[in-house]
């Protein structure tokens, strides 16, 4: 008794199919019987295996007049290719400065669900990457699938710090953050007000924590606020011994 050909794992219990060689004197008619373990109840039915794997089966053979003869043979299930798998992935990914993983919401193969292994699918950098899955189980191959870390659009607004009528262009900027080397882009606009200087943008109204455009936004994926920062222009002449004015110039800070 041997396996014609291997079945592929479906999910369901499957019976091989088999060729029986035998002969017998006076060509009586022969009763084969198979049971999975040696020493088991035996029927003419062949068991049924359900999982991918290699079973041995055992069998007896019966004829009129004959001494009953025994045997066994092995029974293959094939593992299912996941080629045609289609393999939906988790949660989109937007980049945040740190790293990430792609999960996986389901492998599926002819509504069959896959077990699987999963390699590649961590990056920190926003763009395109590929992961491997790699079938487990009832199931053989590896796929890969494209993946994406989109980049982190924040709002950059330019607070003008002043209650004064203040003509400013740009008051807020998008900002695509794709990795840690990412800055504020273009130069920033630098402001007029009448009596006061403009010094520069601040992360805070109160502070000198001054921001320059080329500065990295390492740490930054949110959306914030830079504040103009402003000295006014205090002007007082003093006469010297010798005749001459002298303009001095003093700074208070606002």
Not at 32 to 48: L, N, V
Not at 152 to 169: A, G, H, V
Not at 178 to 184: E, H, L, S
Request: hydrophobic share 30%; no cysteine.
């Amino acid at each position: 008794v041997s396996q014609i050909a291997p079945p592929t794992y479906n999910g369901e219990p499957q019976t091989a199919a088999v060729i029986k060689l035998y002969s017998s004197y006076g060509k009586q008619n022969a009763t084969f019987t198979y049971s999975s373990t040696q020493a088991g109840t035996y029927s003419e039915s062949i068991p049924a295996f359900t999982d991918a794997g290699t079973y041995t089966v055992y069998y007896k053979v019966n004829a009129a007049n004959h001494n009953e003869t025994t045997g066994s043979f092995n029974v293959t299930i094939d593992q299912k290719d996941i080629s045609d798998a289609v393999i939906t992935l988790g949660d989109q990914l937007t980049y945040n400065g740190l790293e990430q993983t792609q999960t996986i919401s389901s492998v599926v193969v002819d509504n069959l669900p896959v077990t699987y292994t999963i390699a590649d699918n961590k990056a920190t950098d926003a763009g395109d990457y590929e992961l491997t899955v790699t079938a487990t189980g009832n199931f053989k191959g590896t796929k890969k699938v494209s993946f994406t870390i989109d980049p982190k659009l924040i709002t950059i607004t330019f607070d003008k710090n002043s209650e004064d009528d203040i003509d400013i262009k740009e008051e807020t900027r998008s900002i695509s953050i794709g990795n840690d080397n990412t800055n504020y882009g273009s130069e920033f606009e630098t402001l007029d007000r009448t009596g006061y200087s403009f010094i520069g943008w601040t992360k805070a109204k109160d502070n000198t924590d001054f921001v320059k455009y080329t500065d990295i936004l390492l740490g930054t994926t949110e959306d914030h606020t830079l504040y103009a920062k402003w000295y006014e222009d205090v002007d007082s002449e003093v006469h010297g011994a010798s005749g001459n004015t002298y303009t001095i110039v003093d700074a208070d800070n606002v």
